[in-house]
């Protein structure tokens, strides 16, 4: 079993609708990163959480330390929005182990 | 801009030609780290280094080395590439200690027939 799992692998929504991607890990850590990857490759960082909730634009992020689990949310979800997105946990080094991804399409 | 770089970004060689990526940062970060990308599996850490000649295996190092001779720069060396090593690859660095925020560079795409 992968210490770190994300679901749904894969996700298609309309544009406008509300999309949720969930992360569950199985190690003690110290924050987690959620990551977005576009068709391109290259890979940038969307949020940093050690406990509570983040928000950016449309995006927000939640961690339940107890439950080791965290959410990415997207509102209002526009074609722009299609990426892979990844959650990164780090424990207690500055090693980050890597869930597989949620490749999300948003379709007009 | 606060930026990490790879060359070359798409690489197209053949079995046992030795070769090498580069990778820099323009931000001083003490922690570099080179992963790979396959489907399915997500990114897997071959070499990280905790700052200047520090260096340390991460889960899949077998047929890479690493140096750290500066700071800023953390090259990936594939001795004897073969197929198996086919994959998108990922430089990537932060602080080191506490929590800090990640920065990849652009990936560098390696094709070994």
């Known amino acids: 079993k992968n210490e770190v799992e994300q679901s749904p692998q894969n996700l298609t929504a309309q544009e406008g609708e509300f999309i949720t991607i969930n992360c569950s890990y199985s190690v003690g850590i110290s924050a987690l990163h959620w990551l977005q990857q576009h068709p391109g490759g290259g890979i940038v960082s969307l949020f940093m959480l050690s406990s509570g909730k983040k928000k950016h634009g449309r995006l927000i992020a939640t961690i339940n330390i107890q439950e080791k689990h965290s959410s990415l949310h997207i509102t209002a979800s526009h074609p722009r929005d299609s990426a892979v997105y990844i959650c990164a946990v780090r424990g207690n080094t500055d090693k980050l182990i890597f869930g597989t991804g949620t490749r999300l399409q948003v379709f007009p | 801009e606060a930026q990490v770089t790879q060359n070359p970004r798409y690489l197209i060689t053949v079995t046992g030609k030795k070769l090498t990526v580069t990778c820099s940062q323009n931000m001083n970060h003490e922690y570099m780290s080179w992963y790979r990308q396959d489907p399915g599996l997500g990114l897997r850490q071959i070499y990280y280094?905790?700052?200047?000649?520090?260096?340390d295996k991460g889960d899949v190092p077998e047929g890479y080395k690493v140096s750290r001779k500066e700071k800023r720069n953390f090259p990936l060396i594939l001795e004897s590439p073969s197929p198996n090593q086919t994959s998108l690859y990922f430089c990537?660095?932060?602080?080191?200690?506490?929590?800090?925020?990640?920065?990849f560079g652009p990936g560098t795409r390696l094709t070994v027939t």
């Open positions: 280094s905790m700052n200047v000649e520090v260096t």
């Open positions: 990537a660095s932060t602080r080191a200690g506490g929590i800090h925020e990640q920065y």
